[in-house]
């Protein structure tokens, strides 16, 4: 059961790509100290679009400025989008004070996505790190959406502090499930925390899954994807069977101008979603 | 009634595979079965380090005293993990605190026994440090991520 680039390939933007789409907020959550979740719809309902697990959107806060955001939703509530971030700079600083009812303008959804059909009958890691947890929850709303499709699923999360763990009662929920297995960790924790920690990589040798017959998807920041994707090549998970999300600098989205280039690739229009094997000799290169 | 030992436990744990049948009987002869109770005290940083731990369920935490910021959880070791090395290296001293944060079920191995046999066969002496040092050098790796802090907003 092979997965080919072409099953994740980025779709058609249906719309003209330029033009952003007014959305108006309908809810703003916070969901750490510097991580909040927006939740919109389409100011004119007959605008909205559908988007695929790992796409992401520019969103655009009037008079200050664009960036790239993933979608953080699950899928089968499109219209209705979320999107989480975390406060980086200008743009994501004027996004937090925004309220319910603003307006914020939004292009996309743009890229590739997680290959969740291309992976059907396999068992499914996820290894998110810190924020790359976003880009994958609409992968896991997917999968378990069409549970009987999959073999096992297991969700392996590290973030920096317990006070930073993202989507805490979604997770407690899906813990619940017996048909999907969580293991979160944390880089460092008061006394009083009863779980794991250590880096995500540590939890990958005892994980239970079938290295032979996994595909997995990882998020997180560059070199812990790196080492991650190292650890499940080392109990044995295919090259061509590890996805990976990774974040450039994206300004236009549909691979015009140039601002993301990585190496031979543009991230906005070749990626965000990449297969280990497409991107495996710019892993880690200084230079790109 | 026929009484199980520790062996087939012992030796089906990836950590000895590979050991000579007489290596893990000697092995076996080092070991017990202990169990810590949620909140109870494995060892303590500075009392001697005697033992190595296997966790076959359960968790332990690795901790350190931070002025101001208290007890501080650097690490766990959950089931399948080796916990201390402490007791193959001079002064044999704990350099942390270990505590069960939950029920917690392990092997304790006599440190100070196995010491004495890797002394009196090396060849047993270097297959116990082959093991260790991989402990060690995957302990230092996830040490050098998590000092990389990568999940900060680079303030």
Redesign the interface.
């Given at each position: 059961m092979a997965t080919t680039s072409d099953q994740f390939a980025a779709a058609p933007v249906n719309r003209e790509p330029m033009l952003p789409t007014p959305y108006r907020i309908q809810r703003v959550k916070q969901e750490t100290d510097?991580t909040f979740t927006l939740e919109l719809v389409p100011a004119d309902s007959a605008e909205g679009s559908s988007f695929a697990p790992g796409q992401f959107n520019m969103l655009y806060v009037y008079g200050v400025g664009e960036v790239p955001i993933s979608i953080s939703s699950d899928p089968s509530d499109a219209p209705l989008i979320q999107h989480t971030t975390?406060?980086?700079g200008t743009v994501t600083k004027a996004m937090r004070l925004v309220k319910r009812g603003d307006m914020l303008g939004i292009r996309g959804p743009f890229g590739t996505h997680w290959p969740v059909e291309g992976v059907v009958g396999h068992d499914v890691v996820i290894v998110a790190?810190?924020?790359g947890l976003a880009p994958l929850r609409p992968a896991l709303y997917r999968l378990m959406a069409q549970r009987e499709k999959y073999r096992k699923i297991v969700l392996l999360y590290?973030?920096?502090t317990p006070e930073?763990i993202l989507y805490r009662h979604e997770l407690e929920h899906w813990r619940g499930k017996f048909d999907l297995e969580i293991q979160v960790?944390v880089?460092?924790?008061?006394?009083t925390?009863?779980?794991?920690?250590?880096?995500v990589?540590?939890m990958i040798p005892?994980a239970p899954f079938d290295p032979s017959n996994t595909a997995a998807f990882i998020c997180?920041?560059e070199?812990?994807m790196r080492?991650t994707a190292m650890e499940l090549q080392k109990r044995g998970v295919a090259t061509e069977r590890t996805y990976l999300s990774m974040e450039r600098n994206m300004k236009c989205g549909v691979g015009l101008c140039g601002h993301c280039q990585y190496g031979p690739v543009f991230t906005c229009k070749d990626g965000p979603v990449f297969s280990y094997d497409q991107i495996v000799a710019l892993l880690g290169r200084a230079e790109v | 009634m026929t009484i199980e030992t520790l062996e087939p436990i012992i030796q089906a744990t990836p950590f000895f595979q590979g050991l000579e049948e007489r290596y893990i009987q000697l092995i076996t002869g080092c070991a017990k079965n202990v169990r810590f109770a949620e909140g109870q005290v494995v060892f303590r940083e500075g009392d001697a380090a005697d033992q190595f731990y296997l966790i076959r369920s359960g968790l332990v935490s690795v901790q350190f005293m931070i002025p101001h910021r208290g007890l501080t959880t650097i690490l766990t070791a959950s089931e399948g993990e080796i916990l201390g090395w402490s007791w193959l290296f001079p002064p044999y001293r704990w350099h942390f605190d270990a505590r069960a944060p939950q029920p917690t079920h392990a092997l304790a191995f006599d440190g100070k026994c196995l010491r004495g046999k890797c002394e009196e066969d090396h060849d047993l002496g270097y297959e116990i440090f082959k093991r260790f040092m991989q402990v060690v050098t995957e302990r230092l790796e996830s040490t050098r991520l998590q000092l990389l802090d990568l999940y900060g907003n680079n303030k």
């Open positions: 510097d975390r406060v980086v790190g810190g924020i590290g973030t920096r930073d960790t880089d460092r924790a008061a006394c925390w009863r779980g794991n920690v250590g880096v990589t540590t005892r997180g920041p070199v812990m080492f | -």
